[in-house]
T-cell receptor, first 111, second 113 residues
Framework: AQSVTQPDIHITVSEGASLELRCNYSYGATPYLFWYVQSPGQGLQLLLKYFSGDTLVQGIKGFEAEFKRSQSSFNLRKPSVHWSDAAEYFCAVGADYKLSFGAGTTVTVRA | NAGVTQTPKFQVLKTGQSMTLQCAQDMNHNSMYWYRQDPGMGLRLIYYSASEGTTDKGEVPNGYNVSRLNKREFSLRLESAAPSQTSVYFC????????????FGPGTRLTVL
């Protein structure tokens, strides 16, 4: 069965600084990987996804993620964080009609 | 185009009461899902329906039942609510399988006293 680990529960970053959120997955075959964002009191919105091909994936809101098979990782990055990026971020792996989510990383942006 | 809608938004139940959470999507998606979200645990799949007429258990199905009423609607029923079912419940849909993008509803916050 697939699983996802997000090692960082909470990250605080200054506005304008770069952000990197870590995600490690466990799955025997080629994974389908996703990053979702959840703003307070809202549902989840897809930021980006990886199925195959180029290992650097571009998403919405200026986010990108890099798939590294050798490290079983799919880390999310943003070069310059805006106050509106404060949210909870979830990494997920898809297989067999199911998505398995990590526990999430909460991002706080300080002025 | 409303996407995925859920009713109600909030609900408070007493232990032992029953209720049904409603979910509808207007994107002509085949697959629908119910998740629960608890602090520090991410989202866990309760049940899913890969296509109209089929339902399957997810990771945490105990205490829940589902009905895929038609292609648009997928309801979640708590027959006898327990405090452990206090959670935020999300419905989602996708074109076919979980390898497709899932679109989420706004959630239902349920408290069981």
């Amino acid at each position: 069965a697939q699983s996802v680990t997000q090692p960082d529960i909470h990250i605080t970053v200054s506005e304008g600084a770069s952000l990197e959120l870590r995600c490690n997955y466990s799955y025997g075959a080629t994974p389908y990987l996703f990053w979702y964002v959840q703003s307070p009191g809202q549902g989840l919105q897809l930021l980006l996804k990886y199925f195959s091909g180029d290992t650097l994936v571009q998403g919405i809101k200026g986010f990108e993620a890099e798939f590294k098979r050798s490290q079983s990782s799919f880390n999310l990055r943003k070069p310059s964080v805006h106050w509106s990026d404060a949210a909870e971020y979830f990494c997920a792996v898809g297989a067999d009609y199911k998505l398995s989510f990590g526990a999430g990383t909460t991002v706080t942006v300080r002025a | 185009n409303a996407g995925v809608t859920q009713t109600p938004k909030f609900q408070v139940l007493k232990t032992g009461q029953s209720m049904t959470l409603q979910c509808a999507q207007d994107m002509n998606h085949n697959s629908m899902y119910w998740y629960r979200q608890d602090p520090g645990m991410g989202l866990r799949l309760i049940y899913y329906s890969a296509s109209e007429g089929t339902t399957d258990k997810g990771e945490v199905p105990n205490g829940y039942n589902v009905s895929r009423l038609n292609k648009r609607e997928f309801s979640l029923r708590l027959e006898s609510a327990a405090p452990s079912q206090t959670s935020v419940y999300f419905c989602a849909s996708s074109v076919y399988s979980s390898t497709d993008t899932q679109y989420f509803g706004p959630g239902t916050r349920l408290t069981v006293l």
